[in-house]
């Protein structure tokens, strides 16, 4: 069964802060590995990651994958408090199925 | 505007008494999927479809029914719902395959007593 499992559960940081989302993941013949946002609604979307070593970015946010160590980072710089969010990483497997890890809550204080 | 779309937003049901979730997508996506989404569980697949006609279970099939008679369409059937399915349910869909991002609906709140 495939496992996704994200840490820490929960953090909490001031405006300003840097911080590193961990997500590390046993999916049976791994094909990508995605980020979402979560706020009061849907998980929207930040990236999908499928070569190791290849850094996306988008803003202060940026992601990572490695393959060999099977994990990857979201980190976000100069936090604010509209980055205050549950956010969720997930593996695709070769049958097309998305599974996800727990989540990490994170809470940015003015 | 691109979107997928659940009705309805809030539900209150009793024990028992069948009930559907509907799910709608206008980007022509081949790829629908259902989720239930608890504290602690995370976003769990109960469901998924590749295409029209083809649905496969997903990691908690248990007391759901699905069906794919159109591409757009991906209704979630409780035919006989409990206390245990009280949850917050997601509709996604995607191009298709793994190298193409889900797109979510904005949930279900279903609460069964």
């Known amino acids: 069964e495939d496992k996704v499992v994200q840490s820490p559960l929960s953090l909490v940081v001031h405006e300003g802060d840097t911080v590193t989302l961990n997500c590390s993941y046993e999916v049976t013949n791994f094909r990508s590995l995605l980020w979402y946002k979560q706020e009061k609604k849907a998980p929207t979307f930040l990236f999908m990651l499928?070569?190791?070593?290849i850094e996306k970015k988008s803003g202060r946010l940026s992601s990572i994958l490695d393959k060999k160590e099977l994990f990857s980072i979201l980190n976000i710089t100069a936090t604010q408090t509209g980055d205050s969010a549950v956010y969720l990483c997930?593996?695709?497997?070769?049958?097309?199925?998305?599974?996800f890890g727990g989540g990490t809550r994170l809470m940015v204080k003015p | 505007e691109a979107q997928v779309t659940q009705n309805p937003r809030y539900l209150i049901t009793v024990t028992g008494k069948k009930l559907t979730v509907t799910c709608s997508q206008n980007?022509?996506?081949?790829?629908m999927s259902w989720y239930r989404q608890d504290p602690g569980l995370g976003l769990r697949q109960i469901y998924y479809s590749m295409n029209v006609e083809v649905t496969d279970k997903g990691d908690v099939p248990e007391g759901y029914k699905v069906s794919r008679k159109e591409k757009r369409n991906f209704p979630l059937i409780l035919e006989s719902p409990s206390p245990n399915q009280t949850s917050l349910y997601f509709c996604?869909?995607?191009?298709?395959?793994?190298?193409?991002?889900?797109?979510f609906g904005n949930g279900t709140r279903l609460t069964v007593t």
């Open positions: 980007m022509n996506h081949e790829y």
């Open positions: 997930a593996g695709y497997n070769a049958g097309n199925m998305l599974t």
């Open positions: 996604a869909s995607t191009v298709g395959g793994a190298n193409s991002p889900l797109h």
């Open positions: 499928t070569s190791s070593g």
